[in-house]
């Protein structure tokens, strides 16, 4: 810990977000920010971007196309139809729009194609052998793709036939034993495809990229038409780090757990593995403990931002439904763990607790728990900090933390208890008094069984982190500057570290204003990215590299920090985690690779998100449609078209995913005001269509547009119509649909 903080240190103004913790005197290794390594040049204005990806982005030929069902009457396949691009020079490999990028992937010729006959199939290594855990992944791997589909995708264990999916719990023979505990291989052909690993871990993250290789409509809640084929490809793959993480904070503003249940669907299929839940903070207290009902009767009642508590007012969880969210979370291969954080940023606790005279559970004065700034304690429901403090010499705040930690390690069944540890000004407890804080606390986690995690605060002097603890590296300094003393003392006491550098990783901070970006002023801190923090930042950085003393040897992964306060709504959460998440799943699990805003590297990472844009419509989630990002363009023809008696048809021809691509007049297409449209009905004749939807705001992307069009034909007949879409600088797209006079 460093010098005292001065009684600024609690009264950083509202504004002062601009500059959270940028100014603030006595915050341990921070006395001001070192040079943020996050602003290089950016990469090449979107123009050029959309240029590139021009290039890039051309149709499967015709000739490629194979074992399409007999239900399937296109002849052609869309751009938009398989996750594979073809670069310009023919004779190339088609590159695979999979975020992560897995370690190897060989593309071969032709197509699978998903059939509505096909069955997934659980292979036992023997027949006869229990297949449970591939039954398990099965499952999940039919509840992806039934709905967007309509097929019946049976589960069942035996032999598969042509047009089958093959789960097979094994080891494919491609993966060293490091990488056996996630690790997977997927082979797909003209007629089959196996996903082979070692875990069902590894099974669960090959039907995440599985279902990448599939068109993003894959991701729609209600039946799309297809076809679902995907590219021929052999990927082997395993992660980097074995912690990919995310951490949301429902203190700050609550969130349900619904809510939360939504956004580890979404992670998930982005090889995260870990939700880090920050339960607790002066502003709130989320979870209910036996013994102590007012930490959720009084702690839970406000927000950031509330005031009078008469808006945003609050919430908690029973401890029934934290455990059903530990297992929704597990059923997604993802280990939730909590943190109460502790001495500091508890204000709730000690609101909640400090008046508690009467419970028997508490066997001293509670009013001794409170070290903070103000006594008695007071509300603060600003985005302040560095005002809270529990004291180490009260039996009381001990009671209450053993039976937080207590009741919390019951219901997680993963390896990390996380005690937080950060900010505690040293006019507020001495170094000596923290240290003596982690060292009380840390045993009673390791008592239950539990692993130690932290901020890199707890590595600070004094502290004895017990053997194999973790700390988690925020500042955002890199190198040697002034901040990075914690991720070496980590370093020196043993630790392991997680790398969450706040202005690579923390995806509260405002994104990058431009002069065509619509950043929202509402949402997002900057103060530790004075000029916001975009894709850039997030994806152009190394965990391994970043802080010198900090190598592979000790760091375990990278976690993206959701923090909560300016975020009311889950929307708002979405719009601040993707696509920023995306880079930091990427960076914690795919192999290092030269990382910087004009590397290929960060080129071909562009490319990729790009395709995630429709995928994320698809599924309905909110996301920022960063102006780094090339966008491109998807589209999806719509069911079967009937003409009535005379011959006329009307409706829907196709939908449009074009994130970040405004269209003006939301009526007839004009690719000079936005989204571009001209359908070809199939019987030689050409129209304009129109398009409807809904365009960005400042919180929330463009949605998916509907284009529709009509025309009378001369003849009955079956008609193959074609819909082209433009929009910008974007590659256009195709889309086939069927118009029918009987
Ligand atoms: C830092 S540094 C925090 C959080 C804030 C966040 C806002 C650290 C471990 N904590 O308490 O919510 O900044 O950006």
């Known amino acids: 810990m460093q010098a005292a903080g001065s009684a600024a240190f609690g009264h950083r103004s509202k504004a002062g977000n601009m500059n959270h913790r940028l100014h603030l005197p006595g915050l341990p290794g921070l006395p001001g920010l070192p040079g943020l390594p996050g602003f290089p040049a950016k990469l090449t204005s979107l123009g050029v971007l959309c240029a590139a990806s021009a290039a890039l982005i051309i149709g499967i030929p015709a000739a490629a196309v194979v074992g399409l069902p007999a239900s399937t009457t296109a002849t052609r396949l869309p751009a938009s139809t398989t996750a594979a691009r073809l670069p310009a020079s023919t004779n190339a490999t088609p590159v695979l729009d999979i975020v992560p990028k897995p370690v190897s992937a060989t593309v071969g010729s032709g197509h699978f ?102 068109p993003p409509w894959i991701n729609s809640r209600t039946t799309a038409p297809g076809p679902w084929t995907t590219p021929v490809v052999t990927i082997t793959d395993y992660p980097r780090y074995e912690y990919r993480g995310v951490l949301l904070d429902i203190a700050r503003h609550y969130e349900p757990p619904q809510a939360v249940e939504q956004l580890i669907d979404q992670v998930a299929s982005y090889k995260i593995n870990q939700l880090h839940l920050h339960l607790s903070d002066d502003q709130g207290f989320r979870l209910a403990i036996t013994g102590f009902p007012r930490l959720t009767g009084i702690g839970s009642a ?171 590296y925020w500042q955002p300094a890199a190198g040697s500057d002034p901040g990075t003393e914690t991720g070496r003392e980590a370093v020196a006491k043993n630790m392991k570290v997680i790398m969450a550098p706040a202005n690579h990783t923390y995806l509260d901070q405002k994104y990058i204003v431009t002069a065509t970006s619509s950043v929202p002023a509402s949402l997002g801190m900057n103060w530790a990215c004075a000029k916001g923090c975009d894709v850039d930042s997030a994806y152009n950085w190394d965990p391994g590299s970043l802080v010198t003393g900090v190598t592979d040897k000790n760091v375990i992964g990278v976690e993206g920090d959701m923090w909560g306060e300016t975020v009311a709504t889950m929307s708002d959460v979405d719009y601040m985690v993707f696509p920023r998440l995306l880079a930091l799943a990427e960076v914690a699990w795919s192999p290092a690779a030269q990382r910087t805003a004009s590397s290929p590297a960060y080129r071909d990472f562009l490319q990729r998100l790009a395709a995630q844009g429709a995928r994320l419509q698809a599924a309905d989630v909110n996301f920022y449609p960063s102006t780094e990002v090339p966008w491109q363009l998807a589209a999806e023809g719509a069911a079967p078209l009937t003409a009535s008696a005379s011959g006329h048809v009307a409706g829907t021809v196709a939908m449009l995913s074009a994130p970040g691509f405004p269209t003006s007049t939301l009526t007839m297409c004009d690719s000079s005001l936005g989204i571009g449209c001209t359908i070809d009905w199939g019987d030689g004749a050409t129209t304009t269509g129109d398009v409807t939807g809904v365009n960005a705001t400042d919180t929330r992307v ?41």
């Open 113 to 214: 194609a998903l059939a509505r006959t096909a069955r997934i199939v659980a292979a036992p290594a023997a027949p006869g052998a229990p297949a449970a855990t591939e039954l398990s992944i099965a499952d999940d791997l039919a509840a992806y793709l039934r709905p967007a589909t309509g097929y019946p995708l049976p589960v069942l264990v035996g032999a598969p036939a042509p047009g089958d999916i093959t789960i097979r719990l094994g080891d494919p023979g491609t993966l060293k034993p490091a990488n056996q505990a996630e690790g997977y291989e997927l082979d797909t052909t003209t007629s089959s495809v196996t996903i082979e690993a070692p875990t069902s871990h590894g099974l669960y993250n090959g039907v995440q990229t599985f279902r990448q290789l599939l």
């Open 702 to 742: 463009n949605s998916l547009y509907t284009i529709s069009g009509q025309h009378t034909y001369a003849h009955p007949g079956t008609y193959h119509g074609v819909v082209t879409l433009s929009a910008g600088n974007a590659a256009p797209v195709t889309a086939d649909f069927t118009a029918t006079w009987p």
């Open 302 to 472: 406000g927000s950031v931002g509330t005031g009078g508590r008469s808006q945003d007012p609050g919430g908690f969880w029973t401890q029934a439904q934290y455990k059903a969210v530990v297992a929704y979370a597990a059923a997604h291969f993802i280990s939730l763990f909590p943190e109460v954080d502790s001495p500091g940023h508890n204000n709730a606790i000690i609101m909640s607790e400090y008046g508690d005279t009467g419970n028997p559970n508490l066997p001293a004065n509670p009013h001794g728990i409170n070290c903070g700034q103000f006594n008695p304690p007071q509300w603060d429901y600003t985005e302040d900090v560095g005002y809270s403090a529990m004291c180490p010499d009260s039996p009381d705040t001990w009671a209450i933390m053993t039976a937080i930690i207590d009741q919390l390690t019951a219901e997680t069944p993963g390896p990390y208890y996380d005690l937080g540890g950060d900010e505690v000004p040293t006019s507020l407890l001495t170094a000596q008094q923290y240290a003596q804080f982690i060292n009380t606390e840390a045993p009673l986690v390791t008592k239950q069984g539990k692993t130690v995690m932290g901020w890199a605060d707890i590595a600070g002097p004094g502290t004895t982190p017990p053997e194999g603890s973790v700390a988690e």
